[in-house]
Nanobody, 120 residues
């Protein structure tokens, strides 16, 4: 079981960048695909990006493709989300979780999330 702890959120102007980190406990971290999800105010949680256990394949929601990059460092049990060219509609609480690559849905526990606010 992977227990994630997200960090790196904050307030940024439109067009700016942020890098989110997800430190995950558990000795089996490097056997799990991991993903980032987000929940905007008044909306349901949605998929953002995922990465296979080896880091060899990545997947993105259409709304963030070419702006966001997911990566992982298995030696540090950490997954990253580099977010560039941020838009106000990226404002949300971002969560990471173990992810089912077949469905791009969460398959593990949620962390507390990290809030990203993009001002126009």
């Amino acid at each position: 079981q992977v227990q994630p702890v997200e960090s790196g959120g904050g307030l940024v102007q439109a067009g700016g960048s942020l890098r989110l980190s997800c430190a995950a406990s558990g000795r089996t971290f490097n056997t799990y695909a991991m993903g980032w999800f987000r929940q905007a105010p008044g909306k349901e949680r949605e998929f953002v990006a995922a990465i296979t256990w080896s880091g060899g394949r990545t997947y993105y929601a259409a709304s963030v493709r070419d702006r966001f990059t997911i990566s992982r460092d298995n030696a540090k049990n950490t997954v990253y989300l580099q977010m560039n060219s941020l838009k106000p509609e990226d404002t949300a609480v971002y969560y990471c979780a173990a992810t089912d690559i077949a469905t791009l849905g969460p398959s593990g526990s949620w962390g507390q999330g990290t809030r990203v606010t993009v001002s126009s």
